[in-house]
């Protein structure tokens, strides 16, 4: 079990899917500056197109997404998307080559499969795919043959399930019902269809969950042969996120047990067989993602950790985030908004920021801390942090090796607090972010 010190998890920390995160982001950027990064983004490109639509809104869930009762108001997004990714692809140079595209949302599944090819056949016409490597995120409730099928044509081989929690209550407790049998069909429709990386998405932290629902969770994502698991602790921030009123605050356990559950969650799935990737994530040995961690390869971005060492991201729909290595910008949150700059032709860029040499430098050691659990300190980062690292080592948590900082195996729950150290606008901003566990 870890060592648990919870006066070192009392502070709040992001999660790092970038540096700086987009609390910094600002309205200093716009669509200029994102023309110009486009034009200078030759090479190795990712995409990711964000679908922000669902069957049913879960209550917990703090992504940008809304129902997907009203064909018409989804008809319209769709064809503004299409609009971006003719303006997009019309500004990258000749020589980039699209190698991995993802689709997250929301649930990509809550448009039609006729839609998906659809903006298959798009992005085939507008951008240079180079046999990309293609990945989704399913909401198993409204998952089909025929939805599956599609997958297969187009090319599908990465997909990650929204299962969060097979315990009956917890699911009713968070408003996701979905029966064990519907996710035990959804996993052999996407094998069937090609699917050879599959995640599950789960959660420790619900209302009314304990170590023993956890551990039914995990045996059977185990029994059903999950390649990847993301274990993620529940943030509840009711008051960020309205819908989160809907869970009852007094059923969720308390900081002690959710790191015990934690901690019990990683040690299960190791012993399974799991490799651990980063700190909440999880492999079997011989999926890509297990060998990017091996191989020190292991990255971080906007879908949390990853193997894709493309250094551009270009996020296509609304709230997506394009990542460049001097630039970070996102796209209008808000639908209606997104949909008329589109439709005047304009990039639909909200906010962002440019990336300074520092934050480039401070970027580098919080990326490291995470994905690689050490990272090269100069001697004005280490005077900086000074006593505040110094808890942490005394603690038996971290270590410092000549002039790198290594996060010790026991420190692993610590790492998001631990890197949060180098980041100076953490210091500065009063907002508040999840619990580090």
């Known amino acids: 079990m870890w060592p648990y010190h919870p006066d070192l998890l009392s502070t709040p920390v992001p999660r790092y899917t970038s540096f700086p995160t987009a609390a910094e982001f600002g309205t200093a950027v716009d669509e200029t500056d994102l023309e110009a990064a486009l034009a200078t983004a030759g090479g190795e490109v990712s995409l990711y197109l964000h679908i922000p639509f669902c069957e049913a809104i879960c209550w917990y869930c703090g992504c940008n997404t809304g129902r997907a009762n009203k064909r018409q108001r989804l008809a319209s997004y769709l064809d503004a998307l299409h609009r971006e990714i003719a303006l997009v692809g019309s500004r990258l140079p000749a020589s980039a080559r699209v190698r991995r595209i993802a689709f997250g949302g929301g649930s990509p599944n809550a ?27 399913l909401d198993p409730r409204t998952l089909d043959r025929e939805w599956t099928r599609v997958l297969g044509r187009v090319g599908v081989t990465r997909a990650s399930l929204g299962v969060q929690t097979f315990d009956a209550a917890a699911q009713a407790a968070i408003g996701r019902v979905q029966p064990t049998h519907l996710i035990e069909r959804c996993t052999a429709l996407l094998r069937e269809a090609g699917v050879t990386s599959l995640n599950y998405d789960l959660m420790y932290g619900l209302p009314g969950q304990d170590r023993d629902v956890l551990k039914a969770s995990l045996a059977l994502t185990h029994m059903l042969g999950a390649d990847r698991v993301a274990l993620f602790g529940y943030a509840h921030v009711p008051h960020l996120i309205p819908r989160q009123q809907k869970i009852d605050a007094a059923a969720l356990p308390g900081q002690a047990e959710r790191f015990a559950m934690a901690a019990f969650g990683h040690d299960w799935l190791i012993a399974a067989g799991y ?9 079997r040995p011989g999926d890509p993602l297990a060998a990017a961690a091996r191989a020190g390869k292991l990255r971080r971005n906007f879908q949390g950790f990853t193997d894709d060492r493309t250094p551009v991201l270009i996020g296509l729909g609304a709230s997506a985030i394009s990542s460049f290595p001097g630039l970070l910008v996102q796209n209008e949150k808000n639908a209606g908004r997104y949909r008329m700059l589109l439709s005047q032709d304009r990039l639909p860029v909200e906010r962002g920021l440019r990336r300074s040499d520092d934050d480039r430098r401070r970027g580098t050691v919080i990326a490291g801390l995470l994905c690689q659990g050490r990272a090269r300190l100069d001697a004005q980062l280490r005077h900086e942090v000074g006593g505040d690292l110094d808890r942490f080592v005394d603690a038996g948590l971290a270590d410092l090796a000549g002039e790198d900082l290594v996060i010790l195996p026991g420190g692993l729950p610590y790492a998001r607090t631990i890197a949060a150290l180098f980041d100076p606008y953490r210091r500065q901003a009063a907002r508040r972010f999840s619990s580090a566990v």
């Open 111 to 137: 448009i039609q499969p006729t839609d998906f090819v659809r903006l298959m056949l798009a992005l085939t016409q507008a951008f240079p795919l180079d046999r990309p490597e293609i990945s989704i995120e």
């Open 275 to 283: 490799e651990a990737v980063g700190f909440d994530h999880f492999a």
